[in-house]
Every structure is written in structure tokens, then in C-alpha cells.
């Protein structure tokens, strides 16, 4: 297990940040179903993103990599996927569990989805139970609450389904099974999860639309056509960077090519009414994506209250605006963020829990969290709990915290930020490894 120790100092310079972990995903996922060989550039190495590649490699996919960071991928169709030999192993990743629940429910096999502790204690009947509904042979255990989730063959139905929260992963799940389906699938979310999965199958030739806040998927006429793609940088890791950049003073940072879909890019509409200097130009398109290249420098924030729609579009930043929110001026709220407590470690509990250790003023609430700044933090050991995003959240709190502050089981942000260390250092953190 490694720990990261790292000083205060600015981030300086210009860097590309890791492709989007969401977007590869999907990238993976749907060129297996497509027919044809697609062309997947600058896909994201991590992880959770290994986690899907070995998955639909054990369905029969084929995967070459001819030159680094590009692949290869030949599909099977929407009907050529071949029956596993073992059973599916999601590592860490609740996107390959959850969207590939979506897939397999509609196949003419038996599989069996399984991951590591972490994954195995995250709920997975918010999938299990509308793709029961629409008729999926579905066991699991504790009745298909968590991993192992076992599916056998069978025929599905259209759904009519209303998410109980906004989640993307339940709406990709049910999307990808409506192409499985008798009949229309109607999806109808509370708030904007992110559209990566519509933008891309629509893309793909496949008949799913949106009217407002109502997605429909349907079984395809022709087979769905390969895609040919650049995946742009990952917003969720650009976050990090962006955060250390606005509160360590002397920063000067130029993010270039990340991914600034509105359903990912809440963190910099709230840093910007926060008081944040940052600018996005250079805006441009990478596989269906808006990108801009982001010129972050250091600001006093001002506190403010976040909840609703703002909290979807945010929530894998919520660890770093925890962080964000101890430099800024005032109380700071956020509301209306109980699926905090489902990610990979519940992270109101763990961003408190840690926060708190190197000085910051921060409540517990049962939806969120309340931060009083500006706080001075002091350098201190903090634990990742194995979760990538929290890992890096604390790291970024060192760039501003008194002395040395150490990061244990840091290593765990190659899920999502492979190189993570390597970029801090290139922009002229110092850090011990
Ligand atoms: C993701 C959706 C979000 C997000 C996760 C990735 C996706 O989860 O937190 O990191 O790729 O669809 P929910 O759909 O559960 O909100």
C-alpha cells in the first residue's frame, strides 16, 4: 500500500488530464454490441475501465491495441456476445456492475457479475428490481441486492420506469435493456444524470431519444454501427487539479482538451458564482463531447448553498468541494446529496471523517455536509478508504494545509487518474511517494 506525502505549494504549468472514466466505459461497452471494428483513441487506462475490458473480453470480445492509448475493438453485434466461462469480476467499478446488469439481462445466456468487497457492499436492486420488471431472470444475493448477481436467459419487456433518484447508471442500465426489449422502454429522470449513454448509442444509429426529462430505447432495425472516437478529458479529474489551482495561491494552470458536457461540469458553474477566476475557451468537440481548455488562477471563494439539479451534475466533486468550501468565506451547504453515501465509500461520512483531521470545520448532515471557512488547514495523516476520489480530494487539501500531509492508500486514484502523482510533481508539487 502506498502513501502519498505531499507539501504546500501552487500548481504551474499546462497539462491534458486522463480520458473520462464515464465515456470509456460506454465507449467499451457499446462497441462489443456494435457491428464491425471500432476505433476507440485516447481511451482511459485506469482501473475501473480494465474492469469492463476484461468483462467483454470474457464475452468473446476481441481487443487489440495497435498503438498505445488507441483500440481496437471488434463487435459482436447485438446478438453475438458468447456465454462466459467464469464469472464476471467488476473489480471496483459500479459502472461496468450496473451498466453491464443492463446488458446481460438481455442475452440468450447465464452470467454472473461479481467485484471486490468494496463493490460487493453497494446497492444493486435499484437495477436488479426495474430489470426484473421488465421480465429479466435476475438472482443475487440477499434477493439481488448486492454482487453476485446471477442472469439467466429470457425475454424482456418495455418498462415505463420513473428513477427514483437521478442516477446514470440505472438510466444506462435500463436504456441498454430496452434495446433487448418488446416493445418502447420510457425512462424518466428527476434531474440531469449525466447523457453520455444517450449521446452515444443515438450516435450509433441506435433509436433512443429524448423528450425533456423522458429517454426511450427500443430493440434496433439494423445492427448498430461501430464508433470512431476520441475520448476528451475526464472533467471529474480535471476537477482536482482545478480545485488546487483556485485555492493554492501563486497557481497558474491550463487545463486543455476536458470534456465540459452541462451534465458533468456543475463544479465550475458553482465555482465561477463562487468568486473563481477561471476561463474556458478554445471550445471544440471530441466524440460527440463539448471540450474546452480551462486557465484556472487563485481566488477568494465566496460560501454557497448547493442542492437539487446541481448536486447531480457535481456529485463526483462533492470530496473536492468539501475541500474547495474550507478556503471559501462564509457557511457553505450541501443538500439533497444522500447518494453521497452509496459511492465507493459513503463520502459525506469519510470526507468529514478525514477533512476534519487536518483541521477543517465541517457538520455531518444526513443529505450533505456544512463547512465554515476559511480554516487554515495543518498537514496530517488521512486515509483514502480505498476510495480514489477521497484520496485525491486529501491530497489536494495538502496543497494548502500546514506541513507535510499524508495521504494513506493513495494508490487507489488509478481507478479513475492513472499518473495522478506523476502530474502533481510535473506541475511542480513536492511530494514523497
Ligand atoms: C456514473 C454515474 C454516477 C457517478 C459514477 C459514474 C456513470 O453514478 O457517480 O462515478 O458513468 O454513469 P450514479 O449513476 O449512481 O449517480
Known amino acids: 500500500m502506498s502513501n502519498l506525502h505531499i507539501y504546500p505549494g501552487p500548481l504551474i504549468g499546462k497539462t491534458t488530464v486522463p480520458a473520462d472514466k464515464s465515456i470509456t466505459h460506454r465507449a467499451l461497452m457499446f462497441a462489443a454490441i456494435a457491428e464491425g471494428v471500432s476505433r476507440v483513441r485516447n481511451y482511459l487506462d485506469g482501473g475501473d475501465c480494465r474492469a469492463t475490458l476484461s468483462v467483454i473480453q470474457a464475452l468473446g470480445v476481441e481487443v487489440e491495441e495497435p498503438e498505445e492509448g488507441t483500440l481496437l475493438i471488434s463487435g459482436r453485434g447485438l ?5 462466459p466461462e467464469d464469472v464476471l ?13 443492463g446488458l446481460l439481462a438481455g442475452q440468450r445466456f447465464h452470467s454472473v457479475l461479481t467485484g471486490s468487497a468494496q463493490l460487493r457492499r453497494r446497492p444493486m436492486l435499484r437495477v436488479v428490481g426495474p430489470l426484473r420488471g421488465m421480465g429479466a431472470d435476475i438472482g443475487g444475493r440477499e434477493e439481488g441486492r448486492y454482487l453476485p448477481l446471477s442472469f439467466r436467459a429470457s425475454r424482456l419487456q418495455g418498462i415505463d420506469y420513473t428513477l427514483p433518484v437521478a442516477s446514470a447508471q440505472v438510466k444506462s442500465c435500463l436504456l441498454l435493456a430496452g ?6 422502454t420510457i425512462v424518466r429522470e428527476p434531474g440531469p444524470a449525466r447523457d453520455h449513454t444517450e449521446r452515444m448509442l443515438a450516435a450509433m444509429g441506435a433509436p433512443i431519444h429524448r423528450l425533456g426529462p423522458q429517454i426511450t430505447s427500443e430493440r434496433p432495425a439494423r445492427p448498430l454501427d461501430p464508433l470512431d472516437i476520441s475520448i476528451p478529458g475526464d472533467f471529474s479529474s480535471a476537477a482536482f487539479l482545478l480545485a488546487g489551482a483556485v485555492i ?66 457535481m456529485i463526483d466533486e462533492m470530496p473536492v468541494f468539501a475541500v474547495l468550501a474550507t478556503q471559501a468565506e462564509g457557511v457553505t451547504v450541501v443538500k439533497d446529496a444522500a447518494e ?11 470526507t468529514v471523517q478525514e477533512l476534519r483531521k487536518l483541521g477543517a470545520q465541517i457538520e455531518e448532515r444526513d443529505d450533505g455536509f456544512v463547512v465554515e471557512g476559511p480554516t487554515r488547514l495543518r498537514g496530517a495523516r488521512v486515509y483514502s478508504h480505498g476510495d480514489h476520489r ?16 499524508v495521504v494513506e492508500e ?24
Open 248 to 313: 493554492a495561491p501563486g497557481s497558474r494552470l491550463t487545463l486543455t482538451g476536458v470534456g465540459v458536457n452541462p451534465t458533468r461540469r456543475g463544479l465550475l458553474d458553482v465555482l465561477v458564482e463562487m468568486g473563481a477566476e477561471i476561463v474556458l475557451d478554445n471550445w471544440g468537440e471530441s466524440g460527440g463531447e463539448p471540450t474546452g481548455d480551462l486557465h484556472v488562477y487563485p481566488s477568494q471563494l465566496r460560501a454557497v448553498t448547493v442542492g437539487g439539479d446541481t448536486v447531480v451534475t
Open 79 to 83: 446478438n453475438g456476445l458468447c456465454e
Open 410 to 433: 493513495a494508490e487507489c486514484a488509478y481507478d479513475s487518474f492513472p499518473g495522478f502523482e506523476r502530474t502533481l510533481a510535473r506541475l511542480g508539487v513536492k511530494l514523497e511517494g
Open 89 to 101: 469480476d467488476c473489480v471496483n467499478s459500479g459502472t461496468t456492475a450496473r451498466l453491464m446488469a
Open 179 to 184: 434495446l433487448y426489449a418488446e416493445g418502447l
Open 340 to 350: 453521497l453515501r452509496v459511492k465507493e465509500t459513503d463520502r459525506i461520512a469519510t
Open 390 to 405: 477521497l484520496a485525491m480530494a486529501l491530497a489536494i487539501a495538502g496543497l494548502v494545509a500546514e506541513g507535510m500531509t
